[in-house]
């Protein structure tokens, strides 16, 4: 009997070597007559574990991991294929604890099916969202929804229902669902995860909404930066079409639903949902002023629904399991589960799919185990360039919209970078200003000359040239970034540049740094042996 | 990457024809046009805009407002080091010195033999294992200046 064994194709994994160990097993396999069924899945989300080798025994799959090439042959030796001890043997892969402590909704599958097997997609459970959402009335569909508490998972929290009811109820003649894949984030990567490991739970997710708002169109904008994720939703797309999942008569029901994966061009603004509409209709990423709302006025003019891709991927598990069983999990206004992405300077960096209210230490230490240099841990921003830094003293926050919002932070998307003690907050102050100059659409002032200025003003704190008239200046031209500003780009930049100001004073007292010197290669040298992860 | 072809107004019009039915059809073809030849020569610009109706200025202003359009042709292999957050955490800003101390030009830049570009990316989403780089489309993590080295010299010596 052909036994089957796992090897990733997520990014992460073939970036850490995994196409050598699946070339490597399945040869290995072949020269000692071995029959195998090598299964390309997605990552379970365990980075530090990668490439995470899984074989499927009498008793449930077991890992193996990290596997180099190298090890191939020793595992082999070794009894794996009866999933035998071995020094890289992790045991069944269910029972590790960073997997175990999880409630994993959205990412129930990932990891675990071949993502391009449509077939290993309905075995897993997929599909009966959008059976049941064809049994109910549009409006039915919108109310379960909202009745779920689901918030748009890219960073604003809006009441996903609310903005579907509203495209459902605008008279026209051609609707739109747009998935906004565009995670530019640092220190996300979820929606990465997910298009490269489980791409038909966002085909399930899209077609149902566009059932529910009568659209017959829907893209997902992605990243040039994704290639792998982008190719694999491309056939993901494909065989959905082939298997009458797509085009004019979706599961048999009558109704039509095309979609199309489009390609972002390296501009942070598109995230932006109104940047990514004219992105979308080939222009300049630039932002429109709101309103009216896309909800309203969105593609082409037309009502349009612009969900995040985690949003629109959490939807076929409400549709089958039901508004409640989703809404139990989390706290206050924050229901169901946030995918907390560990990232940075983390020694188990990887997705934690966890019900909201799991605080900000638990997730870094609990589940990430520290820093990976083993210094001390000194900032973490969460919710990627615009999100705030915050000190060790407020770790207990807990991961929920409302807390981070009175913290004076953003919990964005969902991702967290973990800094050492060696990080200066003043340059990271300064990044976040370049960033925005750098990535700004030059639609409003206060984003597009603010962060120049801001640069220069920082500048001048680091430079210890009137520091406290410059502090204030700082000050004043990020309260004006934040009022003035015509979105989220230019409006939140002053998140990480204030909070580093306030939580980390002393690196802007500092005394004015030397000119840079010269790199050399024994400087080079003696980093790589105090940053032994090198 | 090494596959680029040398500009050539039929090929591009071709692509262009294949792709201009599509609704917002801008973005699509300038992606062909860069997979194709690795930049977008200037002489496309009115041959967009014929197809798809636009202005002259209009086509420019798409492709000089995103980031990853070249207006001349990169190396015959492309590098793009993160930038981002989560790698600064784990020291990209030397790497990228680095690198540039040891090819001899600075992020933007291709060498004079045409070998290599190098240019940099705000996050490849590889956040768990930075830093991290991208050779030609396909994804590195853990990237040290050993390992940054050791692609930089596989990649230079295929053609």
Known sequence: MSVKVYVPRDSAALSVGAEGVARAIASEASSRGLDITLVRNGSRGMFWLEPLVEVETAHGRIAYGPVSREAVAGLFDGGFFEGKAHALC??????????????????????????????????????????????????????????????GRGGAGFPTGIKWNTVLHVKADQNYICCNADEGDS???????????????????????????????????????????????????????????LGANVAGSGKRFDLDVRLG??????????????????????????????????????PTVVNNLITLASVPIIMDKGAEYYRDFGMGKSRGTLTIQLAGNIKH?????????????????????????????????????????????????????????????????????????????????????????????????????????????????????????????????????????????????????????????????????????????????????THPWR | MSNLLAWDADRAQARIRELEHLPGALLPILHALQEEFGYIDAAATSMIANAL???????????????????????RHLLRICRAESCQSMGCESLVQHVEKRLGV????????????????????????SPAVMLDGEPYGKVSPSVADFLIDSARRQQ
């Open chain 1, 90 to 151: 992790l045991g069944p892969t269910e029972e590790i604890a960073y997997l175990k402590q999880q409630e994993r909704l959205t990412f129930a599958r990932c990891g675990i099916v071949n993502p391009l097997s449509i077939d290993d997609y309905i075995a897993h459970g997929g599909y009966r969202g959008l059976a049941q959402a064809l049994t109910l009335e549009p409006l039915a569909i919108v109310d379960t929804i909202q009745a779920s508490g689901l918030r």
């Open chain 1, 187 to 245: 220190g996300t990567y979820a929606d990465r995860m997910i298009m490269e490991g489980d791409p038909f739970v966002v085909i399930e997710g899209m077609t149902i909404a566009a059932i529910a708002v009568a659209a017959t169109q829907g893209y997902i904008y992605s990243r040039s930066e994704y290639p792998h994720a982008f190719r694999t939703m491309q056939r993901a797309i494909a065989i959905a079409y082939e298997h009458g999942y």
């Open chain 2, 106 to 129: 600075k992020l933007g830049e291709t060498t004079p033999d045409q070998s290599l570009t190098i240019e940099q990316v705000f996050c490849l989403g590889n956040c768990a294992l």
């Open chain 1, 265 to 302: 061009a390296g501009a942070y603004i598109c995230g932006e949902e109104t940047s990514m509409l004219e992105s979308l209709e080939g222009r300049r990423g630039q932002i429109r002023p709101k309103p009216p709302l896309p909800a309203i006025e969105g593609l082409f003019g037309k």
């Open chain 2, 53 to 75: 109706n636009l202005s002259h200025a209009e086509v420019h202003g798409v492709v000089s407002f995103y980031h990853d359009f070249r207006h001349s042709a990169p190396g």
């Open chain 1, 349 to 529: 960096g990887g997705l934690v799919e966890k019900a909201f209210g799991i605080t900000l230490r638990d997730a870094i230490y609990s589940f990430g185990g520290g820093t990976a240099t083993g210094r001390p841990l000194r900032a973490v921003q969460v919710g990627g360039p615009l999100g705030a830094y915050f000190p060790e003293s407020l770790l207990d926050t807990p991961l929920d919209y409302e807390a981070f919002a009175a913290r004076k932070g953003m919990l964005g998307h969902g991702g967290v970078v973990v800094f050492d003690d060696t990080v200066d907050l003043a340059k990271q102050a300064r990044f976040a200003m370049e960033f925005c100059a750098i990535e700004s659409c030059g639609k409003c002032t206060p984003c597009r000359i603010g962060s120049t200025r801001g640069v220069e003003v920082i500048d001048r704190i680091i430079a210890n040239e009137n520091r406290t008239e410059n502090l204030e200046l700082l000050d004043d031209l990020c309260e004006l970034m934040t009022d003035g500003s015509l979105c989220a780009l230019g409006g939140l930049i002053p998140l990480p540049v204030m909070s580093a100001v306030r939580h980390f004073p002393e690196d802007f007292d500092k005394p004015a740094p030397a000119p840079p010197a010269v790199i050399d290669a024994a400087a080079l040298k003696s980093n790589r042996e």
